[in-house]
């Protein structure tokens, strides 16, 4: 095969995933719409890390560091190229911009991986076939072709897992060089755990291929010591993690909630269930391993038994997956065993390849199982589609609503949720609950959207963007509207009830109304506004007043006085914010001491 021709064969896969991501892009609704978890955590910790301010990050679960780094270089690359003002104003004034610049070079990157993957397999003499079905692993499943449209840790496994590839095709390939195959097996692996847990099954693919004892210590060693660097940002928080992942290991709810329960059998058993429904070719598969270790147990050529130990090594991967999700069930917890379907189908063409005589049979029988899975993920994408555009067109129904029917001057009253939204504010109210220091963000924020107002879990208390603390009696009191988006599993009459109880104690009357409602979805937006008030109401706003004034007085005070406006232009560099932020910050820090 000549340059040309080589190279347009390996480019297809990767112009097929290039051409899928931009579909995606196309396709969907803005992310804070769809889906604001785990995305606009990751996209507050990213920009926590394009900052420099590892300190400050607040989500620590999975760990999840090497996406939160990743995100981090790309808000700063696209601000390069691409900002409006301060990196910090421009991400929260525009966060559908960065969340798909991070989306779109996840999947530019992944082809990039792709092609190199037929460019070093050419090298090695594999077959062209066989390198195919190493590029196609991503169209092995319906949950990865999905994946596309999130910015999510089981996403960037998809990445870590083309790295695994690489390395195995450079070093471990016919086993060209065991001992460094092993030191850079052990800092892809430790790269994949680092960014979530349930990758752990894969530690022990590496050890299948890796020749003898010795490299295989230098493998865990490696991969031990690159796990603690590439968690490096969090080192500080790594008991809070350890303590995250003992509540999972403990309980059988979500997220280390439920009973303390470590093994409940019923609910695993039904999990199993559920995920060789989901996953017909799951099932198809195990039973072509079984079948392929009795195969290669009677034969008696040499080299067999290495195909043996790698065979039920995958089988051993597989069942250990499921029994780490089985517990707490999500069918995209399956991840790391989907992102490797290509790689173990294209072991077992190497397996045929020896078993086989006629080159015509060996290439049949390798593409049974990927033909098979393309065929499931194809009905499964069909069937998804659909729903999905419907979903997509009820959320844009109400989208549409807020963008055109609700001033910037009204008041939405946030409950902070990972539940996504048809207003922006909404996600980064929840990628706020997972950043350390929000508070050194507020002027920004209040710049973005000054009428954020947040329910903390309780009644008698509520913030400003979960920052500074605001009277919702005062709220109540300036007349606009308040609006509350309510969901089945909001708890949004608890909300309106503050308001209700907040406009009773000033002698408030109010006008509640839903201004929006889809029956399909139980979706809702309420609003509330004052309509007329007593001399009841006065005290509580004469407060604010007070205090607003105490703000404006202690800013004067500040800008003033040399040597105390030198010492906040101090705080502002250190903070890397900006000094007319960091003189507010102050003066509400100083107005609200007794």
Request: aromatic letters at 14%; glycine letters at 6%.
């Amino acid at each position: 095969m000549n340059f040309l021709k080589r190279n347009f064969a390996i480019a297809i896969i990767p112009l097929l995933v290039v051409a899928w991501g931009i579909f995606t892009y196309l396709f969907f609704d803005p992310f804070y719409s769809k889906s604001s978890d785990p995305e606009f955590p990751y996209l507050i910790n990213g920009l926590n890390c394009a900052i420099l301010k590892f300190n400050y990050i607040g989500h620590i679960d999975h760990p999840g560091t090497p996406l939160q780094i990743f995100n981090g270089l790309v808000i700063r690359m696209t601000h390069l190229v691409s900002g409006n003002g301060s990196i910090v104003q421009d991400v929260f004034a525009r966060p559908e911009h960065y969340m798909n610049a991070i989306s779109n070079s996840m999947f530019l990157i992944q082809a990039l991986l792709i092609f190199a993957i037929g460019f070093i397999g050419f090298k090695r003499n594999i077959p062209f076939w066989q390198i195919a079905i190493l590029q196609a692993g991503c169209f092995f499943n319906d949950v990865l072709i999905w994946f596309f449209s999130r910015v999510s840790p089981d996403r960037f496994f998809m990445i870590a897992g083309l790295i695994f590839i690489l390395i195995y095709l450079k070093h471990g390939y016919e086993n060209r060089s065991s001992r460094k195959f092993a030191v850079w097996s052990g800092v892809a692996m430790a790269f994949g755990l680092a960014i979530k847990i349930n990758y752990l099954p894969l530690l022990i693919l590496p050890l299948l291929l890796i020749d003898g004892n010795k490299n295989r210590l230098i493998y865990i060693g490696s991969g031990i010591v690159s796990f603690f660097v590439f968690i490096a940002p969090i080192i500080n928080k790594f008991g809070d993690f350890r303590r995250f992942i003992t509540g999972i290991f403990k309980h059988d709810g979500l997220y280390g909630g439920g009973e303390a329960n470590v093994l409940n059998f019923q609910k695993m058993m039904d999990s199993a269930s559920e995920i060789f429904r989901l996953n017909p070719g799951l099932f198809v598969l195990i039973a072509a391993l079984i079948v392929l270790i009795v195969i290669a147990i009677r034969k008696r050529q040499e080299g067999m038994k290495s195909f043996v130990f790698l065979f039920a090594g995958f089988l051993f991967i597989i069942a250990l997956q499921m029994l780490m999700v089985s517990k707490h069930f999500k069918n995209y917890y399956l991840a790391p065993v989907f992102i490797m379907y290509g790689f173990m189908f294209f072991s077992i063409s190497l397996f045929l390849s020896k078993i086989m005589v006629k080159k015509s049979q060996v290439i049949l029988g390798s593409f049974i199982l990927p033909l098979l899975f393309l065929f499931f993920t194809a009905g499964r994408v069909k069937d998804d589609y659909i729903l999905i555009s419907k979903l997509i067109g009820q959320r844009e129904k109400i989208k549409t609503f807020v963008d055109t029917g609700i001033a910037k001057a009204d008041f939405w009253f946030v409950e902070p949720t990972w539940e996504s939204g048809p207003y922006p504010e909404n996600a980064l109210v929840y990628g706020l609950s997972y950043c350390g220091h929000r508070i050194d963000y507020l002027p920004q924020l209040m710049e973005v959207n000054p009428n954020i107002i947040t329910y903390e879990g309780n009644p008698d208390e509520v913030k400003l963007w979960r920052g500074a603390p605001v009277s919702l009696d005062s709220v109540v009191a300036t007349g606009k509207n308040v609006h509350i988006y309510s969901t089945p599993d909001r708890h949004a009459p608890v909300l309106l009830q503050m308001v209700k109880d907040a406009a009773i104690r000033n002698n408030i009357q109010l006008l509640v109304d839903t201004v929006f409602s889809d029956s399909e979805t139980k979706n809702e937006i309420i609003r509330v506004k004052a309509t007329e008030s007593g001399s009841g109401w006065q005290p509580s706003y004469t407060i604010a007043n007070e205090r607003q004034s105490r703000i404006d007085g202690f800013v004067k005070a500040i800008k003033s006085s040399p040597e105390w406006l030198k010492q906040v232009e101090a705080k502002a560099i250190e903070k890397n914010i900006s000094l007319d932020s960091m003189i507010l910050l102050d003066a509400i820090w100083m107005a609200d001491q007794k």
